[in-house]
């Protein structure tokens, strides 16, 4: 007869378990069925009544009963809670196409990311980096550099002149000068920065532009070790094989001089405002130090030899760039700058 | 310098390569050329033409003519020339046939313009001779190789086509001619005399005298030859000095003898402020570094730049002085600068023409003149004053050195071969080792080291043919440069912070150094600027920020933008101090700036990590009430502010302006380690009531100074004002942390802690809400 109540209770309760339509729901057939006042505690003490065995024999099928409910009973709470979750997250439902707020990070100027990319290349090298005044005095920018006051290789580079004989400097080569007198030979440097000459401003030139100088010095060192080096470098530079041409140019300061031509990445060849329509760009002014050049600087050329070069780094970063406007460099303007 | 191909081929008559591939051969071998062009195309068409008759067109300033063409047949043409006339030879031009006043015109007469072959275009091309329907005897399409006169600086010789022949000869290892016959030089006393004051001015000047001169017109084939190569036939006279000039590189001048004072020519330094009038009709005053040519009077010429006014060659001219001189280059690049005059003359002497070269000119000027102008006689012989000028040393070449600079093997005969093509002397000192004689056209200034002659070889060879060998140098660490590596850190800081990089020019105006407070004498001036807003050398970043702030907001509302640039401040003596620094701008069109001023200290404070804002007076061209300057490890490194709103249009701009010389020095040194503390610490909040205007920052330290031993930190936690406190006042919260090295805080060190700051903020006249 218990037997009976027990099963009763049991599919009664396993209905309203499945039933419940909500938290509360639940909890009052958990109160009537599992709390301590409730059906199951009832006939626990009811059993109490009985002989042994049977006592035995309904403690088990009593216990069967709670096991049973217990787990519906859980089983539907997880349910609850689960829908609970669900419903709470779904409320905070986010419209991730939404601007993100704040600034974005900024842009490096173009000439900075090719300096800094040269400056790695060259450091991995064995290359020092070398910093000179913009402003310099007329030895540096030109006697040392085999230029005296009278040669017409000063013609070549439009001067500005300041206040008390100083001048702007019109190429990075006095940091030649100066870094052999800093560091003495062996050497190898380069010096990027700004350099300035006196000329009108149009797409392809400017009166503010950026040079990297190189400079080699050691034993035994020949053209054959400059050409190499020049190829490393281009290669490196351009992430690819580029068109170049080595022929005879004029720079005091070298001897033997060259100019090496690459061909221009703009047009590829026939021609734009950049290469000026030749198809070829000036780009690399090399050759061995001129005997003068090291002696001027302490460094006895019958015992040390060395190459330079100047690279244009304004017209590089053009090239790399397609900029077809050497005027965009220095606008200022962010919607240029802020292409890079 | 324009070479003409025709003439070049005149002296290397196995020249078989056109120009465009000739021009390569130059480029790659000698000096840059910049292009070709073609000229006298027209000629390649062209007829003599015989006018048989001609008749007016009735209404019209044209005529009709006809014209002989020989086997070609007759035509008719129209003419709008006034010297078109019946008999005349002429020259005819095949371009078509077109109704012209109602005649069918079948080509045309062509002036010296159309054809190329000079300047004239007053009326058509009179021939002198010439068969009808014949091509014109000794005119032929030319092609003008220009060559950079960059890369031609320190080369005398390359001035004047027979030296680039040589050239071309070595390049192409074929036989040159030389177009001088020395041979005919007259002997005997010259018919005027020459005397150089100064030897060193001018090493050496010649002259011959020539009379029974007619001037006229040059022949046609001289005349093209100059303009073809840009030059300006002018008479046959001038036209002969300027051919040997550009043939020679040897520049002359030619004096209408009548018009000279006195039996002879001195060349001599020019007096103080002696007036001088040059050929191209503008007056020069004189002074003591500029060599002259005089005669009894005075200066008949600017030696070396300019003939004078007063002496040239007119059609009245029957008795002809002709110069051949050499002056020292420096001398005549200084002259030409100070009087701003440039002529083909001093742009050859600048590049130090050899001595040697004035009797060739000569020589060749004799035979020209035979040919142009043949009634004239030679007058005597050669004035010839000059400074002896010993020959150059001879230069060793060893040729294992060569090889090692080239770094390439060389087979001696080769190196011979071209040494030799270029006119040097080769003689054997010792095995392996060539003795090398420069000839004196290149020895004036281009050539005297073995390194000299590495380039003649190497380029010769062509560099192409050197393999490119990989240097042998031991690995070392190159010594670093810590203050490049420092503004790319602190580039990388500012660029996170969503500032883009801006580069501006060093130079300003006068205005915008005004604008930020700066008088024009407190820089360095250009003395030579380019433009007039471009004189002064920036003491300030902030000028050219300001431009890019103005120029941005047409066409963003909101930006952020740096630069990292140099200040430079003028020292009394030698260079200026270049001092580098970041301005950083933050523009907003909307909003009241305060957004951006705080986001501009929170940059100032990822650059130096604890630094303090101090509120400083405002500069004029600073917001007046929003100014500061950033203090880091007890220096002033940048300042702070929001440009004055009188400098913006619309919106607000906030700058920071660090000094990155004082920041890098403050930012050396490594970090130390400090014990993670092993004990909690506590922390309790104390609002502070103060005047509207008093800064929290400074409530901040003096909470902090009041705090004892104990304190960790305080931070500022909220202000407000409004009810219930007092009008002109505000709460001000601050959460001050404090902590014991060496045990947990009890609840009574800390009641003791927080009546100690309370007690003392009182004391110091502070309300406090507690
Ligand atoms: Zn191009």
Redesign the interface.
Known sequence: MLDQSIQDLLSRSLKRIEAAQSPAELEAVRVDALGRKGALAAFSKEMGKLPPDERKRIGMVLNQAKQSLESSYESRERAFAADALSARLDAEWLDLTLPAP????????P??RIQ?EL?DLF?SL??????G?????EYYNFDALNIP??H??R??QD??????G?L?RTHTSPVQVRGMER?GP?L??IAPG?V?R????DASHE??FYQLEGM?V?R??????L???M?TLLTAIFHRDVTV??????F?FV?????LDIQCLICGGPGCPVCKQ?GWVELLPCG?V??NVLRTSGIDPAVW?GFAFGLGLTRLVMMRYGIDDIRQ??G????F??QF | MKFSYNWIREFVPGLTQAALPLERLITMKTAECEGIEETGRALAGASVAAVLSVSPLPDTHNVKAVVDLGELGLRTVVCGAPNCRGGMLSVWLPVGRKMIHGVDSDGMLASGDELGVSRDHSGILELTGGEPGAAIAGLLPDSIIEIDNKSITHRPDLWGHHGMAREVAAILALPLTDPVKMDLLPAGDAAIKVRIEDLTLCPRYSALVFDNVKVEPSPLWLQYRLTAIGLNPINNIVDMTNFVMAELSQPMHAFDADLLSGDTIVVRTARPGEAFRGLNGEEYTLDPANVVIADEKGAIALGGVIGGFDSAISGRTTRVVLESANFLASSIRKTSAAIKLRTDASMRFEKAQDPANTLRGLARAIELLRQICPGARLVGGVADHKREIPAPPPIELPLPWLAAKLGRELPSDEVRRILESLAFGVAEASPGVFRVTVPSWRATKDISLPDDLVEEVGRMIGYDTITPTAPLVPAAVPPGNPTRRFHHRVRDIVIDQGFTEAYNYSFISEEAAAAFGFSPESHLRVTNAIASDQTLMRRSLLPGIWRNVVENAKHQESFRLFEIGMEIRPRAEGLPDEIPHLVAALYDRHGDGASGLFEMKRVAECLMPGAVTAPADALSWEHPARAATIEWRGKTVARLFELHPNLVETGRAALLDVDLAVLEALSAGEARYTPIRRYPSSAFDLSVIAPLRAHAGKLQETIAASAGPLLESVEFQRQYSGPPLADGTKSVSFRVTIAAPDHTLSNDEIAAARAGIIDRMRGLGFELRV
């Open positions: 704040g600034p974005r990070r900024g842009h490096l100027h000439i900075t800094r400056e450091g064995g290359f020092t980096v070398l910093d005044p913009e402003v310099e005095t006051a009278t017409p290789a013609d070549m001067t500005f002149w300041l206040d008390g100083r702007l560091l062996p190898r440097m700004r300035f006196n000329e009108s401003v009166h503010t080699m050691d035994n060192v020949s053209v054959g070790n050409i190499y080096f190829k041409r080595l022929r005879p140019g004029y005091p001897e033997p001089g060259f100019e030749s061995l001129h005997p030899g460099l220095q200022g303007d962010l919607r700058l802020e």
